[in-house]
Each structure stands twice: as structure tokens, then as C-alpha cells.
């Protein structure tokens, strides 16, 4: 790793290549794990709460999409991720804790 005094050696230059071409991938992670932690806000609404009246924590698929839709929270491309997500006709089983 060390190279002297030479300012623009091989390796470092070859270190900063790569931190430039991750960057992309660095903000996918990001936006990815920002995405899941803003589903709190979600689950915690008084909206959403009342979608389960018994209380066994489990949501309908579209009741879900729709709650998501009305946060406002994410864009319509998130929404489509986060409903691919989820096993086509299941329902949704969530745990929150209060």
C-alpha cells in the first residue's frame, strides 16, 4: 500500500477508482435499508392499527399497499418493490411492538 511520496500512485489510484464506481451501489444500500426502516412510521399510524381490530397483526395485502399509498412516505417505485416483496395473494403478518 505504501508508494512513497508519489502523490497519484497505481494502488491509490486504483482505491479511488473503485470508491467511485461503488458509489452507486453505496446509495442503492442506502436507499434499500431507509426504505425498510421508514415502514415504522407505517405500522405505527393509528390508520394502520385499526386495519387489525383483533389484534393478531396480520393486514391484507391491498389494505397494506394502500397504507403505504397514503403515507406518502414512499414513491411508487418503492411501493412496487416493497409489495414484490411480499408472497402474491398472502396476507401480511406484522409484528409491532407498542
Avoid: A
Wanted: charged share 30%; glycine share 6%; with cysteine.
Amino acid at each position: 500500500m505504501l508508494e512513497g511520496n508519489i502523490v497519484n500512485g497505481t494502488i491509490g489510484k486504483q482505491l479511488l477508482d473503485t470508491l467511485i464506481e461503488s458509489q452507486q451501489d453505496v446509495e442503492s444500500i442506502i436507499r434499500y435499508f431507509t426504505m425498510f426502516l421508514k415502514l415504522d412510521e407505517v405500522i405505527e399510524s393509528e390508520k394502520f392499527k385499526d386495519l387489525d381490530p383483533d389484534g393478531k397483526n396480520i393486514v391484507s395485502k391491498r389494505d397494506f399497499q394502500r397504507q403505504l399509498e397514503i403515507s406518502k412516505s414512499y414513491s411508487s417505485e418503492e411501493i412496487d418493490y416493497l409489495m414484490k416483496c411480499i408472497i402474491s395473494g398472502w396476507s401480511l403478518s406484522l409484528k409491532w411492538c407498542h
